[in-house]
């Protein structure tokens, strides 16, 4: 008996080692595991945050080009509104640029506008919809006093490659 019990003390002696090498290298593959887990977890967030920056930058960037026209350059601005827009939006605005440029240059009318607050609502990978609350100034040559007006936008956005554009635009209540 006791041979046998020396030669199984001196067996596990002999293999404890190799027990702990590859305990040691399951506890490391588990840790490495872990550590890309929770890298991608943190990168994810941070493209889901870039993104939602993207598309709120965009919307505001689209509504002080909506709400900023100068009748002397109302060619360069409608471009600037038009390259931040597409789809129906863009569509129904580009149908009405003549008759903007008109009232414009007959009224001599420049208007500026201002983001107050903008945020994101929703967001997925190819479109978000962005509230944007903006004031707009707006000066003519035939009235004294300039008008102020306040606007509560509702902006879907859609992604084309890298860049957000504004698809459609509505006023909320």
Known sequence: ???????????????????????????????????????????????????????????????????????????????????????????EFASRTADLEKFMSQAKSTSQGQVQSAGVVSIDDDSAEVLVVADQTVRGEQSKQPLSRHYRLSMGLERHGERWLVSKIGYVG
């Open 1 to 91: 008996m006791e041979v046998a019990s020396a030669r199984s003390a001196g067996g596990l002696s002999a293999r404890l080692p190799a027990i702990l090498f590859w305990l040691l290298a399951a506890v490391v593959v588990g840790l490495a595991t872990a550590s890309v887990v929770l890298g991608l977890k943190v990168y994810d967030k941070h493209q889901a945050e870039a993104e939602r920056q993207a598309a709120l930058h965009a919307a505001r960037q689209e509504a002080i080009n909506l709400l900023t026209l100068d009748y002397r350059t109302v060619d360069q601005d409608v471009n600037r509104v038009l390259n931040g827009a597409t789809g129906r939006f863009r569509d």
